[in-house]
């Protein structure tokens, strides 16, 4: 028995297969043209079932990522930034580590494409499948002390808690207020071997003490963030005070002063 277009549609939004529905004229068409055998034209509607259902995952998950930037790997400037290891980098895409819930530290000074690779790595570990949030370290620490004094706190650790990775950029930019070592100590706990967290900071770590203004609970947020780690140095020049020095805007001698 035949089935028209009209008998198909409402069975294939049954069975949510809406890549299919969609263009099944074409996808039909096509199956014909290549002359596909009845297993090759239904492995091929398949795969453009999969397809779409892919792309709209990704699509969610950049939008759920609230990335600031389109930033990729093949954008980053490898050869500028000879510290940063084009292989290591690569093996970091693979996102293996977000998988096994280990931690990240992008470290160097400002400008050196710290951010870059950390939405770049973010966008590998969302086309393979994984949740992905992106935060600056600053607002997120308030929004911890803006949820505690609303009575919200375990709500709002448990958000940070749940993304697969968690990118918090820019730590020690700026100072924390009195209570943020406390809460990011907290956050820190509940993602600590369940979690992958990747942080971005101009900081050496023997200087986050000063950053949260507790030196003990510093070091306990390291302990378990340096548990299961990788520590990438970048040291280099800013992109933008380069690009800055080749347009004659910034001299030589300010760009080395500015180290």
């Not at 900081?203 to 378990?224: M, Q, Y």
Request: aromatic share 6%; net charge positive.
């Amino acid at each position: 028995m035949m089935a028209d277009i009209d008998t198909l549609t409402p069975i294939l939004t049954r069975l949510k297969l809406t890549a299919i529905r969609d263009r099944l004229d074409t996808l039909l068409d096509e199956a014909s043209r290549r002359e596909l055998s009845l297993r090759e034209a239904l492995a091929f509607l398949c795969e453009a079932e999969i397809a779409r259902k892919d792309q709209r995952r990704i699509t969610m998950g950049l939008s759920i990522a609230k990335f600031p930037a389109v930033r990729t790997l093949d954008d980053f400037d490898f050869a500028a930034q000879p510290s940063v290891d084009p292989k290591l980098v690569r093996e970091l895409a693979t996102s293996r580590w977000v998988a096994n819930g280990d931690s990240l530290l992008l470290q160097g000074p400002p400008g050196v494409g710290k951010t870059h690779l950390a939405i770049a790595l973010g966008r590998e570990a969302i086309l393979r499948g994984y949740s992905v949030l992106f935060i600056t370290a600053l607002n997120l620490v308030a929004l911890l002390a803006k949820a505690q004094v609303e009575g919200r706190l375990e709500e709002r650790l448990s958000y940070y808690a749940g993304p697969k990775l968690l990118i918090i950029d820019e730590l020690g930019y700026l100072p924390f207020e009195k209570n943020a070592a406390s809460l990011f100590f907290q956050l820190v706990s509940r993602r600590y071997e369940r979690s992958a967290t990747l942080i971005t900071t101009n900081r050496s770590v023997g200087e986050w003490g000063e950053i949260f203004g507790d030196v003990v609970v510093a070091a306990a947020i390291l302990d378990r963030l340096l548990h299961h780690s990788q520590v990438l140095t970048i040291r280099g020049e800013s992109f933008r005070l380069k690009g800055k020095r080749k347009s004659g805007l910034v001299k030589p001698a300010l760009v080395e002063g500015s180290a």
